[in-house]
């Protein structure tokens, strides 16, 4: 109670809910239907959009409107169906965001990026030497979306090669601001011990945020994509398969302790070629300074391989990686 007044005289915004209680602090943003609100009193809030019924700032925040539209205003009020801003009126969703950042209006780029090694060095009655090495980088700006990512394995016992393979993959994509997303993606890789010299594919895909907040992250994504496949033994083939990725993040502790999920695959639709997929399951804890730390496995399978090559294989992995 006596804090409240002079919360209150500090406050930057007030929010009014659906049900008439007021909120004053600062608004963060709002994107895919939940409002960030900080508060001297509460932290961080997250509000579900539809119970907001009005905000009134001392200055003008930034409404990113359809067709990327950006309006100043000092006042938003929303009901029936309807926005009001400061004195125009608009649809309820035409508002696509609050405070978006200079990358989401096309004013500069966002970019990011992890490399993640893990190695093994074991010298004894057995001499083991394996070196895994990951990486990824994603740039944005505006509705555009580049991706790069890789894997490279390798690892040889007692002087034989027990693990020799590598992948990279590009994708682009463009959104309408909102979950939806669409693009095309292309991707090599190469197995030797799985007598896979190389599968190439490309094609179209579709994809959708189920969830997309500062601690969860939910995209699965589906697309066509012709494909080559050259095995040592085994005459090229060459089909349209259906493809599939999946990502899930969620920080269990606040950009402390992350879970993630990721698996990708391929399912032919014609007569050749078959059934494959890559899934990678593990825990990551930050350190410091962008480094940080992961146990990981990751399962692999390709119905495939030759009759004398191993279809599934799965690595067990202690990562130190730098994100950016």
């Known amino acids: ?57 001392d200055s003008s925040f930034d409404v990113l409107l359809k067709g ?56 004894g009655n057995t001499h083991e030497n394996r070196s895994d090495v990951m990486g ?24 034989t090669v027990n693990s020799d393979r590598w992948s990279i993959e590009t994708s682009y994509d463009t959104t309408d601001a909102r979950r939806l997303y669409y693009g095309a993606r292309t991707s090599l890789k190469s197995d030797e011990l799985g007598d896979l010299n190389l599968r190439w594919t490309a094609g179209p895909h579709v994809g959708y945020r189920f969830i997309d907040t500062s601690r969860s992250r939910l995209s699965v994504e589906s697309g066509l994509e012709y494909t080559a496949e050259h095995y040592r033994m085994v005459q090229v083939d060459r089909f349209i398969a259906e493809s599939w990725r999946i990502e899930f993040t969620r920080f269990l502790i606040p950009d402390r302790l992350e879970l993630y999920h990721r698996d990708n695959g391929l399912v032919s639709l014609g007569g050749v070629g078959g059934f494959s997929f890559e899934s990678w399951n593990g825990v990551k804890l930050p350190i410091s300074g962008g480094l940080n730390t992961s146990a990981e496995i990751k399962t692999s399978y390709n119905g495939d391989a030759p009759p004398d090559a191993m279809k599934w294989d799965v690595v067990y992995r202690l990562k130190i990686g730098y994100q950016w």
């Open 136 to 159: 990824k980088l994603e740039w944005k700006k505006a509705h555009h979306r580049i991706r790069l990512g890789g894997e490279l394995e390798y690892g040889r016992t007692d002087g």
């Open 1 to 57: 109670m006596l804090l409240a007044p002079f919360v209150a005289a500090s406050a930057k915004e007030t929010v009014i809910m659906d049900n008439g209680d007021r909120l004053n602090g600062r608004v963060l943003n709002m994107s895919n239907g939940i409002l960030e609100f900080e508060t001297a009193y509460a932290g961080k809030l997250r509000i579900e959009w539809p119970h907001v019924r009005e905000i009134r700032s």
């Open 68 to 123: 990327n539209e950006i309006a100043a205003v000092k006042e938003l009020k929303q009901e029936n169906g309807e926005v009001v801003l400061d004195s125009r009126i608009e649809p309820a969703g035409h508002v696509l965001k609050l405070n978006p950042a200079a990358w989401e209006l096309g004013k500069s780029s966002w970019f990011s990026g992890e490399i993640d090694a893990a190695f093994k060095l074991e010298r």
